[in-house]
């Protein structure tokens, strides 16, 4: 794992990025007719930035709370905290545009001084934004600035300590700005794992998990990440919030729960418990085919709600399993061009082999045809990778996103149909993916990964397929998301799925937490 700068204007390590294979550049043209963009991609000093609307005295005051040297106005820095890492936040990058850049970065080093600057902002009427890794997919790091004397990016990334490890209670006390695989790191010297893996593990960090809800690969194991929060501390300008005294409670609802996802517009996160596991004895994971998506969904169906369930569970249906997209790193070689669709099993822990023979037996009973260990452990291998796939299609002038959802198992046919014909309403002809990324006894989660040609304006291209689709996962009755979180982007269908009610709720929470409005300025509510 790296610990170097995520690239500015794109996915994680630079070093890391790779040229398209010629025969994946002529599918792309022959199949979607994509060419190469004619104005070359935005250098980071030539990216347009707002003038900086603080005034040197919010700068002194600043200052004066987190320590001269941490609170950054330059290009550079205004530009690498000006957006998140969407398509179209990458598209407007590359095209030089940092309309989204704060006036400024302020580090806090711990509690107290976050407390200070949120009060301080309130009382200046300064939007502020949390940063964490900088991984949120969903418009959630750019701030209205309409009302407000200037906006500032709380970039959380000195408060990395772990602080405590319980092993008797099996938690660890962590603050926010922990990057996951420091995070890793620091309990495996305890033999220990949260076993969090998303596909922005290089990245992002614990506080960004909480606040968005994440939900790693290896969900079906350990749990979603919300599972693992045991305690929150959480700064707001009107006071701190200290949850979570036990493992479960009775005492009215859960504030823990108002917290996690709230995507920094209740307040910042400053301390996290965590639940941990004994890092895992052993690892296997291996590759199924089975005859079709409808067969794939029974089979994992199944193993979901009669057992046995692997620690990782992934679905890709025929059009993912034809391209290869569940091995990146394999994109572009030959494949065997079987029909059907590719099961990703993996096994964690103890009794590793009793729980994959009888796994084996459920999916050899839906028609599953074992495909041994290869395909598992390529997936493992690149199981980081697609996000730097994105960056070279996008570069080879493709449009490609992701989006996600999910529903009950006896809805999944009808949620999977309708954000297709979706897709293709608002694009014409796109390839299409999808696979099933999370189970559960109830029901599973739907990620979908789109690829076109750009037209003249990609933002607005993409941005009348994404309205288009959260129209339909709405009206199909899925969720707006199963792990990505709200931020602008889904923000008017999440006010669709919990109605008028549910928004005055969230709003009436808002107030009095945030009366001033400064926290996250039009993200979530």
């Not at 040297?69 to 820095?77: D, F, I, M, N, P």
């Not at 970065?105 to 509690?111: A, E, R």
């Not at 790191?185 to 922005?200: C, E, I, K, N």
């Not at 697609?386 to 996600?404: F, K, Q």
Request: aromatic share 6%; with cysteine; charged share 20%.
């Amino acid at each position: 794992m790296t610990s170097e700068p995520m690239l500015w204007s794109g996915w994680g390590d630079p070093a890391q990025a790779r040229e398209l294979p010629g025969q994946v550049r002529r599918l792309l043209h022959d199949l979607l007719g994509v060419r190469a963009p004619v104005v070359p991609a935005a250098e980071l000093e030539s990216v347009r930035v707002p003038p900086a609307a603080l005034e040197p005295r919010h700068l002194d005051a600043l200052a004066a709370l987190v320590g001269d040297g941490h609170v950054l106005t330059t290009h550079e820095a205004r530009v690498r905290h000006a957006r998140g890492r969407s398509t179209p936040d990458l598209l407007r990058l590359r095209a030089g545009d940092g309309d989204g850049a704060p006036d400024a970065v302020v580090l806090p080093g711990g509690h107290d001084e976050v407390a200070s600057v949120l009060r301080l902002c309130a009382a200046e009427r300064i939007a502020v934004v949390p940063f964490g890794g900088g991984t949120s997919v969903v418009g959630g790091l750019t701030a209205g600035r309409d009302g407000f004397a200037g906006v500032i990016s709380l970039d959380l990334g000195r408060m990395n300590r772990l602080i405590e490890v319980d092993t008797e209670s099996m938690t660890a006390l962590f603050e926010p700005g922990v990057p996951a695989p420091e995070a890793e790191r620091l309990l495996g010297a305890h033999g220990l794992t949260l076993g969090h893996f998303p596909q922005s593990f290089e990245y992002a960090t614990l506080g960004g998990f909480a606040a968005a809800r994440s939900s790693g690969q290896a969900s079906a194991g350990y749990g979603r990440f919300d599972d693992m929060v045991a305690g929150l501390t959480v700064a707001t300008p009107e006071g701190d919030l200290d949850l979570g005294r036990a493992p479960k409670s009775a005492a009215g609802p859960d504030l823990r729960q108002l917290v996690l996802g709230s995507e920094g517009a209740f307040g910042v996160i400053t301390s996290l418990r965590l639940r941990v596991r004994r890092a895992p004895a052993e690892k296997a994971y291996e590759g199924w085919r089975l005859p079709g998506f409808a067969a794939g969904t029974a089979a994992l169906r199944a193993l979901a709600q009669d057992g046995p369930l692997p620690t990782v569970l992934r679905l890709s249906d025929e059009t993912e399993t034809m391209i290869g997209l569940a091995r990146p790193d394999r994109i572009g070689a030959e494949e065997s061009g079987e029909p059907g669709c590719l099961v990703i099993a993996g096994y964690e822990g103890a009794s590793v082999a009793a729980r994959r023979e009888a796994a084996a037996a459920v999916l050899s009973a839906h028609g599953g045809v074992p495909l041994g260990e290869e395909p598992g452990r390529s997936w493992a291998h690149g199981r980081f990778s697609a996000p730097y796939l994105r960056d070279s299609l996008l570069a080879a002038g493709a449009t490609v996103e992701t989006l996600e959802t999910a529903g009950f198992w006896a809805n999944l046919p009808r949620l999977y149909d309708a954000v297709r014909l979706a897709l293709l309403g608002a694009l014409g002809s796109p390839l299409v993916m999808c696979h099933i990324s999370h189970v559960y006894e109830t029901g599973a989660s739907l990620y979908f990964t789109v690829v076109t040609a750009q037209e003249g304006d990609p933002v607005a291209q993409w941005e009348r397929a994404k309205e288009a689709v959260n129209a339909a996962i709405v009206e199909a009755g899925g969720t707006i998301s199963h792990h990505h979180g709200v931020g602008r982007d889904h923000k008017a269908a999440y006010a669709d799925e919990i109605g008028p009610l549910g928004v005055a709720i969230l709003r009436a929470v808002k107030d009095r937490v945030d009366p001033a409005g400064v926290l996250n300025p039009g993200a979530l509510v």
